[in-house]
């Protein structure tokens, strides 16, 4: 059960998720919705649940009513629960507002990565600092414009994740000196950096990479690509 709300937004986020299950004309598809926001398989689920995965399957395809109110508290419990043992990526999104205009995707991955497959994997460019060596163990991918507008620095913290070992990605680059300011004045350091499709990278992000100890690698690939790449770490 969750009990201690690590995050101010968990318990509202329970609150919201049950109402929209309890409010919807199609409560199983509405179940099937949060089920895959929080990226949970039917099969994962029925084993915290412990029952058979088809009482899932027949929730999500309407074969069976409404589900009960102890049946829903114990689901939404459940994909807390999950989420919560993974870095809480869904918590952290909906705490930055709940569609997320700056934390595009968040994850924690199941063994380290070393850079070299890292960068390989995501059809990266290293642009700076390519003798270092770092493992990595999770990415956020960050839209840069609204990261720069809206993000405190206390949300700064939420990025991270359960470790700044991760790649923090960023979006909407022009000239990539802000994000690499942003890096350098926080406290907190991630593993590398990476732009997606920017326009150019300045000087000035280059050298803070390199005084930061930072690797700095740019992607031609989309978010949506880099996120099928990596979701099997």
């Not at 919807?24 to 689920?45: A, H, M, Y």
């Not at 869904?90 to 380290?112: N, P, Q, T, W």
């Not at 600092?129 to 809206?150: C, F, H, M, Q, V």
Request: glycine share 4%.
């Amino acid at each position: 059960m969750v009990t201690n709300s690590r995050y101010p937004n968990e318990d509202a986020l329970k609150f919201n998720v049950s109402g929209e299950i309890v409010m919807s004309l199609n409560p199983g598809k509405t179940i099937k919705k949060w089920r895959e926001e929080f990226n949970v398989t039917q099969k994962d689920l029925s084993e915290r649940l412990k029952i058979n995965t088809s009482v899932i399957s027949d929730y999500e395809t309407g074969r069976r009513k409404s589900p009960g109110a102890s049946f829903l508290r114990n689901l939404v419990n459940s994909l807390l629960e999950i989420d919560s043992e993974r870095g809480n990526p869904v918590v952290l999104k909906y705490s930055l507002g709940a569609d997320s205009k700056v934390i595009l995707d968040i994850k924690e991955f199941y063994y380290d990565v070393d850079l070299a497959k890292f960068t390989k994997l995501i059809d990266g460019k290293l642009v700076s600092n390519p003798s270092i060596k770092r493992n990595i163990r999770g990415y956020t991918i960050l839209d840069s414009l609204n990261a720069i507008l809206e993000l405190t620095s206390f949300d700064y913290f939420k990025v991270y994740g359960w470790t700044s070992e991760r790649a923090l990605f960023f979006t909407n680059v022009e000239f990539g000196r802000s994000p690499m300011i942003a890096v350098r004045v926080h406290p907190l350091k991630p593993a590398v950096v990476v732009y997606i499709k920017p326009k150019r990278i300045d000087p000035l992000a280059i050298k803070i990479s390199e005084i930061e100890g930072v690797p700095l690698i740019t992607t031609d690939l989309s978010p949506e690509e880099i996120k099928k790449r990596l979701k099997s770490l």
